[in-house]
């Protein structure tokens, strides 16, 4: 089989794959608030496959968790995927050489404020929802957000991007 | 083991803030005196089922006051049932809430009491495409 027939395959099955796992587990810690491994999960696939699969896998995964969630609003929908399609976009280009765990922990605090504040554009512009009303309340859950990304990049990102760094070589 | 206690201090001030927020959050759905509220309930056709005023002290959070007063049930932290208002799929239809005519930007175990609240409580269809953020 050729290489570039072998990476056709491959890309059919991890993008659906890797955007079913991500949504799965979303879903699974829905009743915890803002506790979650997306950030993880895109950390590590970020670091490990190309922009334009992570992109897919994003696009996919925003589909399937407004499925999943029965939320799909076109208020919502695109500042969702703007908001995951950063954080591959920023790891492939400005901190493309940051590779250690405590470092990248340390940027998913960044990127999570940054998910969080492009929720504040539909909701204040959209749906006029005041703007205080909606950052101050908010700020507790922000700050849940990021520090669940940081401890879970910190603890499971490199055991998780060995095992997948292995099993891409094998294929 | 020196390379660890750095993500260990770090994870053991993360746990410690995450506690604390959640704390906060507990904290700031408390109502902060008495009062009453006003909660109503509409079908997806937007006709009035239910209308009930209670009262509430300080302390009592909204979720408490609703669990006390209504039979409820929840699916994770989406309430999918207030009495005969029910979303049987929630593919297909949730429970909107409205705060003093304006859709809540808070679930039910986050929303806080305040005196004189008008609450309602409404049937939607999932794909109404109906963006409207009022409801008087």
Do not use: H
């Not at chain 1, 990476?7 to 803002?34: C, G, H, R």
Request: charged share 20%; net charge positive.
């Amino acid at each position: 089989m050729n290489s570039a027939r072998k990476d056709k395959i491959i890309n059919i099955i991890i993008i659906p794959l890797f955007s079913v796992i991500i949504a799965v587990l979303e879903l699974v810690l829905s009743s915890l608030p803002n506790i979650q491994l997306t950030f993880l999960l895109i950390f590590v696939f970020s670091k490990t496959l190309s922009l334009k699969q992570n992109l897919l896998i994003v696009l996919l995964y925003v589909i399937l968790d407004n499925l999943f969630m029965a939320s799909f609003s076109f208020v919502y929908f695109p500042f969702m995927l703007i908001g995951w399609m950063i954080i591959p976009i920023g790891l492939k280009t400005i901190f493309k050489k940051v590779d250690s765990p405590l470092g990248l922990a340390f940027i998913s605090i960044l990127f999570s404020f940054i998910y969080c504040y492009i929720y504040l554009i539909p909701t204040v512009l959209i749906l006029r929802v005041d703007f205080l009303t909606y950052f101050i309340p908010d700020i507790p859950f922000e700050i849940i957000l990021a520090l669940s990304s940081f401890i879970s990049i910190l603890w499971l990102y490199a055991p998780l991007s060995a095992v997948l760094n292995k099993y891409l070589k094998k294929t | 083991m020196k390379k660890r206690i750095i993500p260990i201090i770090l994870t053991v001030f993360a746990v410690f803030l995450i506690i604390l927020m959640n704390v906060i959050i507990k904290e700031n759905s408390k109502a902060s005196n008495k009062g009453k509220i006003t909660i109503s309930l509409y079908t997806s056709d937007l006709m009035l089922i239910e209308k009930k005023t209670i009262a509430f002290n300080e302390d009592d959070t909204f979720f408490k006051l609703l669990n006390s007063n209504y039979n409820i049930e929840m699916d994770g932290s989406l309430l999918i049932r207030i009495n005969d208002l029910y979303a049987k799929d929630i593919e297909d239809e949730f429970i909107k809430i409205y705060v003093n005519c304006k859709a809540s930007s808070y679930g039910v175990k986050m929303m806080k009491l305040n005196d004189g609240d008008n609450i309602v409580f409404v049937i939607e269809k999932t794909r109404s495409g109906n963006f409207d953020n009022e409801f008087c």
